[in-house]
T-cell receptor, first 109, second 114 residues
Framework: RKEVEQDPGPFNVPEGATVAFNCTYS??????FFWYRQDCRKEPKLLMSVYSSGNEDGRFTAQLNRASQYISLLIRDSKLSDSATYLC??????????FGSGTRLLVRP | EAGVTQFPSHSVIEKGQTVTLRCDPISGHDNLYWYRRVMGKEIKFLLHFVKESKQDESGMPNNRFLAERTGGTYSTLKVQPAELEDSGVYFC????????????FGPGTRLLVL
């Protein structure tokens, strides 16, 4: 079983839609969690860290549920520029990042 | 401020040849990581340097891979001899020392072994 599991998608949504991505992880010792964004043929870039209390950055909201080992990302009012692959990532105790396979989002006009 | 840079951006080699990838981290970043994404798979950790020391090399696939970071600045990753299954995108990332520091990724080197 993979340490980080994501639905690969693609999620195909119209502009302005709200879309939610989910991710589950194993190994509850993991300390830190992130969402990274990766555009086609580009490097991953940090979108936001994920905290148990939930955190919001503009149109993006991330949530961590440690009891269920579940992470979510909500994107409101989707823009064309949001089209990308969203990577669910955890950091283990030795600081290495463990990636999910990514969820692809396509926002159409 | 310059980001993480990697060279070359692409490399096409034949099975059995040697390839050396280079990563220049962000200036002042003690932590340097190598990751790899092979076709159809998720990005996977290879190894972690703290300055010039290998902190964790648990992700290195086998002894055909050799990473160095002499002087604690740039790093090289050599594959010798290359095999077909080594094809993929090799990413380098760097971060400041300390906990909860963001890892910044380079653009990657796309390696194709024929």
């Amino acid at each position: 079983r993979k340490e980080v599991e994501q639905d690969p998608g693609p999620f195909n949504v119209p502009e302005g839609a709200t879309v939610a991505f989910n991710c589950t992880y194993s190994n509850s010792a993991s300390q830190s969690f992130f969402w990274y964004r990766q555009d086609c043929r580009k490097e991953p870039k940090l979108l936001m860290s994920v905290y148990s209390s939930g955190n919001e950055d503009g149109r993006f909201t991330a949530q961590l549920n440690r009891a269920s080992q579940y992470i979510s990302l909500l994107i409101r009012d989707s823009k064309l520029s949001d089209s990308a692959t969203y990577l669910c990532v955890k950091e283990d105790s030795s600081y290495k990042l463990i990636f999910g396979s990514g969820t692809r989002l396509l926002v159409r006009p | 401020e310059a980001g993480v840079t990697q060279f070359p951006s692409h490399s096409v080699i034949e099975k059995g040849q040697t390839v050396t990838l280079r990563c220049d981290p962000i200036s002042g970043h003690d932590n340097l990581y190598w990751y790899r994404r092979v076709m159809g798979k998720e990005i996977k950790f290879l190894l972690h340097f703290v300055k010039e020391s290998k902190q964790d090399e648990s992700g290195m696939p086998n002894n055909r891979f050799l990473a160095e970071r002499t002087g604690g600045t740039y790093s090289t990753l050599k594959v010798q001899p290359a095999e077909l299954e080594d094809s993929g995108v090799y990413f380098c990332a760097s971060s400041l020392a300390g906990l909860l520091e963001t890892q910044y990724f380079g653009p990657g080197t796309r390696l194709l072994v024929l």
